[in-house]
């Protein structure tokens, strides 16, 4: 059962523009939202987390949008740049980030130039 | 201060084979966590060790073992190896187990390829 849902699988954007991945979740006891960026030949790197205390959390070009009672959450790239042509993996953990994450299957972002 | 170090980073093994790939946490760090990387399936997760003990075990058969050291260093052993097992396998580590899962730091990865 996959416990994180994740989409689009793949995703192309012209430079300037927003990226946005979506993510839902089924389990209630998740409480922390973490957003991953991998590069070829690399292992992930967090992004960017969220908690459900909020709706929106956001660091430079990057923003997490959280919707708590329809279980989804989001990452928005503004300003797409080709340098953020990576995969992006959410995740979800529960009991505070004390719990093993769950990740959802990731999306392959292309910015053109 | 030097990152999450994988040894060695590409393995081929035949099937029937077993396999031990390393992990060297940052230094400081006492979590140790396990993930398999696959296209299809993504990232799931294996294990995760704190102070020499298995504290959390994921969905894989009993093939998939690791270990603790006690200066944090862990080993992953796959028995038996089948062509299914071919996959990046990921380290990361954390300071602490408590929020461990918050500031996880991953390797670049083992690739393992099972002919």
């Known amino acids: 059962q996959q416990q994180v849902k994740q989409s689009p699988q793949s995703l192309i954007v012209q430079k300037g523009g927003i990226s946005i991945i979506n993510c839902a979740y089924e389990?209630?006891?998740?409480?922390?939202f973490p957003w991953y960026q991998q590069f070829p030949g690399k292992g992930p790197a967090l992004l960017i987390a969220i908690r459900p205390d909020v709706s929106e959390k956001k660091e430079g070009r990057f923003t997490i949008s959280f919707n708590k009672s329809a279980k989804q959450f989001s990452l928005h790239i503004m300003d797409s740049q080709p340098g953020d042509s990576a995969t992006y993996f959410c995740a979800a953990s529960s009991q505070g980030g004390s719990e093993k994450l769950v990740f959802g299957k990731g999306t392959k972002l292309t910015v053109n130039p | 201060k030097a990152g999450v170090t994988q040894t060695p980073r590409y393995l081929i093994k035949t099937r029937g084979q077993q396999v031990t790939l390393s992990c060297s946490p940052i230094?400081?760090?006492?979590?140790v966590s396990w993930y398999q990387q696959t296209p299809g399936q993504g990232l799931q997760f294996l294990f995760e060790y704190f102070s020499e003990t298995q504290r959390n075990k994921g969905n894989f058969p009993g093939r998939f073992s690791g270990r603790q050291f006690s200066n944090s260093r862990s080993e992953m052993n796959v028995s038996t190896l089948e062509l299914g097992d071919s996959a990046l396998y990921l380290c990361?580590?954390?300071?602490?187990?408590?929020?461990?899962?918050?500031?996880?730091?991953f390797g670049s990865g083992t690739q393992l390829s099972v002919l």
């Open positions: 389990n209630t006891a998740f409480d922390y």
């Open positions: 990361a580590s954390s300071l602490d187990y408590r929020g461990t899962y918050e500031k996880l730091f």
């Open positions: 230094s400081g760090h006492r979590s």
